[in-house]
């Protein structure tokens, strides 16, 4: 079986300032509903490329078919990324880490600190 998995790009707008809200459609692999913890990250390549790490900015779902990212256009994969025309194929892996504990953080207060694309990890 394949860790690699195809997805395919279904929008990209500007979220904020030097970053890019970049959606992946997964309807139809092994990966629907495996985003079970927010902070979780995936692995992202163009077909037979050289992969990079990226967090999940989108909250998990049960039966969760799309995945957000927040892209910043720096770096050679990144970018390449965020030019493909929509309907356009990536490779994907499963999504991995533990995510962040959240039943420790239930009735507390927290502060979350992040910049950049950094904020993609909090932001589910």
Same mark, same amino acid.
């Given at each position: 079986?394949?860790?690699?998995?195809?997805?395919?790009?279904?929008?990209?707008?500007?979220?904020?300032?030097?970053?890019?809200?970049?959606?992946?459609?997964?309807?139809?692999? !092994?990966?629907?509903?495996? #985003?079970?913890?927010? +902070?979780?990250? /995936?692995?992202?390549?163009? *077909?037979? &490329?050289?992969?990079?790490?990226?967090?999940?900015?989108?909250?998990?779902?049960?039966?969760?078919?799309?995945?957000?990212?927040?892209?910043?256009?720096?770096?050679?994969? !990144?970018?390449?990324?965020? #030019?493909?025309?929509? +309907?356009?194929? /990536?490779?994907?892996?499963? *999504?991995? &880490?533990?995510?962040?504990?959240?039943?420790?953080?239930?009735?507390?207060?927290?502060?979350?600190?992040?910049?950049?694309?950094?904020?993609?990890?909090?932001?589910?």
């Amino acid at each position: 079986m394949s860790d690699w998995h195809n997805a395919t790009v279904t929008a990209r707008t500007p979220s904020a300032d030097g970053l890019t809200d970049w959606v992946l459609d997964i309807r139809g692999t !092994p990966l629907v509903g495996s #985003h079970a913890h927010p +902070g979780q990250y /995936v692995q992202l390549r163009l *077909p037979g &490329g050289q992969p990079g790490m990226f967090a999940i900015a989108s909250p998990p779902a049960p039966n969760g078919t799309r995945w957000e990212f927040l892209l910043k256009e720096e770096g050679t994969l !990144p970018s390449a990324l965020l #030019h493909l025309p929509l +309907g356009a194929h /990536v490779e994907v892996t499963r *999504p991995a &880490g533990p995510g962040f504990p959240m039943e420790k953080a239930r009735g507390r207060d927290l502060l979350l600190f992040a910049s950049g694309s950094g904020i993609s990890a909090i932001r589910p």
